[in-house]
């Protein structure tokens, strides 16, 4: 049965699955990002039988082995060989999680950030917008859906490559709950966002920047240098395309003649 071999931020992993069944909902659900170009890790995935507890995964590294742990999966890879072992609940949701919790901890290691946010696409450039949960990421989302190619209302892979940041469509959503697509778009800009009556943009200092960007960056990771690496990431990302704040109306979209 040959593997799936998935793209996300131009990072791809293999998965070879046992059960057939699994195979087909992950190629399915993931179609949009199935490369067939060489991965850098091969995962051998068996479906068992998983709880929801502990909802939040663990992650530890020790010796060249990675561990990625939740109550519905458990992830064994040896970062040396590239060649790992997933066990996990057959469901998409499950799979899900892995997936953002594998990539929270690949992309620090590969000049990105797995970041809590929402982004689109405005004339070939990515607008970036960090938030945590009740920002205002799924608003507007909505608002900017009908004239603009939305990365993600969500979770957003950004990468430092030959010179400059990009920003990636992602697989990873919330509310709209879209599949995503897989495409490639230079950073234009990061705003912090949050509601207003008017829409407006004004300043802010690069610290207040680099701690947004710091509480929205994904990780489980308790490892001293992943936390090294993502600061310096996020402070490189606050120093070069750190745009202001965007406050805006939920009212319509106007607010996009401001960016």
């Not at 659900?29 to 091969?42: D, E, Q």
């Not at 790992?84 to 953002?100: E, M, Y």
Request: with cysteine.
């Amino acid at each position: 049965m040959p593997a799936v071999c998935l793209e996300v931020a131009g990072l791809r992993a293999a998965f070879e699955f046992v059960q057939p069944g699994f195979r087909a909902l992950v190629r399915q659900r993931y179609k949009n990002f199935v490369s067939p170009g060489k991965p850098l890790y091969i995962f051998s995935v068996s479906a068992v039988a998983g709880s929801q507890m502990p909802f939040k995964p663990v992650v530890s590294e020790e010796g060249g082995i990675l561990r990625l742990k939740r109550g519905d999966f458990d992830c064994v890879l040896n970062v040396k060989t590239a060649l790992g072992s997933l066990k996990a609940a057959p469901r998409i949701q499950t799979f899900d999680s892995f997936l953002r919790t594998f990539y929270s901890w690949l992309l620090p290691r590969s000049g990105g950030l797995l970041l809590h946010g929402a982004a689109f696409d405005k004339n070939g450039a990515a607008r970036l917008f960090p938030g945590k949960s009740g920002a205002g990421k799924s608003t507007l989302s909505r608002l900017v859906a009908k004239k603009h190619f939305l990365l993600s209302d969500e979770l957003v892979p950004v990468r430092w490559e030959g010179g400059k940041f990009y920003a990636y469509g992602s697989p990873f959503w919330g509310e709209m709950q879209c599949k995503g697509e897989n495409r490639q778009f230079p950073l234009g800009g990061v705003y912090k966002i949050s509601k207003a009556a008017k829409n407006s943009i004004r300043d802010i200092r690069g610290g207040a920047m680099l701690r947004l960007l710091l509480r929205c960056s994904m990780n489980f990771s308790r490892d001293a240098g992943a936390a090294g690496l993502m600061l310096t990431l996020a402070a490189e990302l606050a120093a070069k395309k750190s745009a202001g704040e965007l406050r805006f109306s939920k009212k319509n979209a106007a607010f996009l003649d401001l960016l």
